[in-house]
């Protein structure tokens, strides 16, 4: 993996922070803090055999030369008896099922869709009722369909004459079109749960049979049973029922957003800062062309430390969905996570001199040059990525090339750790951007933008902004002594 894994230091999470990082899931669907607040716990002295359940109940357990197969997810024998995977290890009850296959139709019209600007009809293998049905026009929680063994969930197909698309997308529209927002889509050997609630971004989490039958799968094991059994489906307390879990992630998500993105606002202050004090051991020079100027060069300033902020947010995105190199070579050289927990290593031991201590800095430099322009190093092969975000030559002041001898502006490493700090921890719990979609990362930006950078003409104090987020408000203290009486406080 391109960034080490972090884990929470409380077992149940970190036990669904395993398990979630194995499947990577796309997007959204529970996030392991909702989990745990809601006590879905994962039992270790039951894994084994709760592991060998998932294997007897599997159409074809692994085998010397044969590739294991969940074989059908739900289906009934010819005589109508429910059979397959749901009913023999999850333990879906089979009165809460309706069905669309030859043996039995009993499926409610409201679980298909048709589409007619695209000519095609959807509609589920089967859809699972709720426990307690309290809207008859919306009586299913899940929907369920059954591919051709083996189909590729991501392989573009002819769905109909007017739409070529894939079975996942094709499922998902189906979800979202019936206003279903959970379903599982199987083709014998991978189980496909979605999250797809109506007007928002909809996840996945992929169960792969092959990756589950050995002992470190018993975890994925764990967490496909703790997400899709009969007992979290039907008898679990509302909140902790799957439906209730992945809205409340929703909300959670939300919160983390809103959270990160005052932080970030935060860290830019912060590398203001670590900039002033860049620009105070050059006696000025490191920015002079840029503060002499007019509105437009003080402003690039800005532009530049937001740029930076707006690279590493990126960076720290592509480590945790792993779509950058891996091995140590990146970790230790390269990565922000490993440049984080490297500087929080000195802070522990060298705290009263991290703001003398530099280096981080540097290495921020060679990582956006190293996306950039690339590297064919056989050891370290990432292709040039080019581009205007991580462009050298759009603010050269960040590399020190505004000086007569051109080196990286003496940011400190505590100016680099705090910064870090704000974008990786919210409550004291490592963030984890694998969870993050993109309109979320773009909220965060959009947090940022609107504000201006003005230079102090004398000694200032900053005052807290009325406004949550809002910037805080520069006052010059020789021009308020400069005004005397009532007016005083008006100025103010």
């Not at 397959?84 to 099922?97: K, S």
């Not at 006696?283 to 003080?298: S, T, V």
């Not at 990432?382 to 002041?397: C, K, Q, S």
């Not at 090339?401 to 990786?424: F, I, M, N, Q």
Request: with cysteine; charged share 20%.
């Amino acid at each position: 993996m391109a960034a080490r894994p972090y884990h929470s230091s409380e077992p149940s999470i970190r036990d669904h922070q395993e398990w979630l990082g194995y499947v990577q899931p796309n997007g959204l669907v529970v996030s392991s803090q909702v989990l745990f607040d809601q006590q879905v716990i994962i039992d270790h002295s039951k894994l084994a055999d709760l592991q060998r359940d998932f294997i007897n109940a599997l159409e074809v357990p692994p085998g010397d030369e044969v590739e294991p197969q969940f074989g059908r997810f739900l289906s009934l024998t010819s005589d109508g008896t429910p059979h397959g995977f749901a009913t023999n290890f999850l333990g879906w009850h089979p009165d809460q099922i309706d069905w669309n296959t030859l043996e039995r139709n009993t499926l409610l019209p409201c679980a298909s869709v048709h589409i007619p600007e695209l000519d095609a009809t959807l509609t589920p293998t089967a859809a699972l009722r709720f426990a307690k049905v309290t809207d008859p026009t919306r009586p299913y929680q899940l929907l369920a369909e059954e591919l051709a063994p083996n189909t590729d969930l991501d392989e573009t197909y002819q769905a109909s004459h007017l739409w070529e698309t894939t079975p996942s997308t094709r499922f998902e529209r189906m979800l979202t079109e019936t206003g279903v927002s959970l379903g599982v889509l199987s083709n014998g050997h991978q189980l496909r749960l979605f999250y797809a609630p109506r007007g928002e971004t909809a996840g996945h989490i992929t169960f792969d049979v092959q990756h589950m039958t050995g002992t470190a799968g018993r975890l994925i094991v764990g967490g496909l049973h703790a997400l899709l059994s009969a007992f979290r489906l039907t008898n679990a307390p509302t909140k902790a029922l799957l439906t209730g879990l992945c809205e409340t992630s929703r909300k959670y998500q939300s919160t983390v957003s809103a959270a990160l993105a005052e932080q970030v606002l935060e860290a830019l202050y912060e590398f203001v800062r670590g900039f002033q004090s860049a620009n105070d051991q050059t006696h000025g020079e490191l920015l002079r062309a840029h503060l002499a100027g007019d509105d437009d060069d003080k402003q690039h300033i800005y532009r530049g430390l937001l740029r930076t902020l707006m690279r590493s947010v990126f960076l720290l995105f592509a480590e945790d969905r792993d779509l950058l190199p891996a091995g140590d070579l990146y970790y230790r050289n390269y990565s922000l996570h490993g440049l984080f927990e490297r500087l929080r290593e000195d802070d522990g031991r060298h705290r009263d001199t991290m703001d003398s201590r530099y280096g981080a800095w540097a290495q921020l430099l060679a990582l956006f040059r190293l996306i950039h322009q690339g590297s064919a190093h056989p050891l370290l092969s990432l292709p040039a990525r080019h581009g205007y975000l991580f462009d050298p030559d759009a603010f050269p002041f960040l590399e020190g090339r505004t000086l007569s001898s051109a080196k990286p502006p003496l940011v400190s490493d505590g100016c680099v750790y705090r910064v870090l700090e704000k974008l990786l921890l919210l409550k004291g719990e490592r963030l984890s951007y694998r969870t993050l979609d993109v309109e979320q990362i773009g909220s965060v930006y959009e947090t940022m933008m609107g504000f201006r950078m003005t230079v102090a003409e004398g000694a200032s104090i900053a005052i807290k902004a009325k406004k949550k987020g809002g910037a805080p408000i520069g006052l010059d203290l020789e021009a308020v002594l400069a005004v005397t009486g009532d007016a005083r406080a008006k100025y103010i």
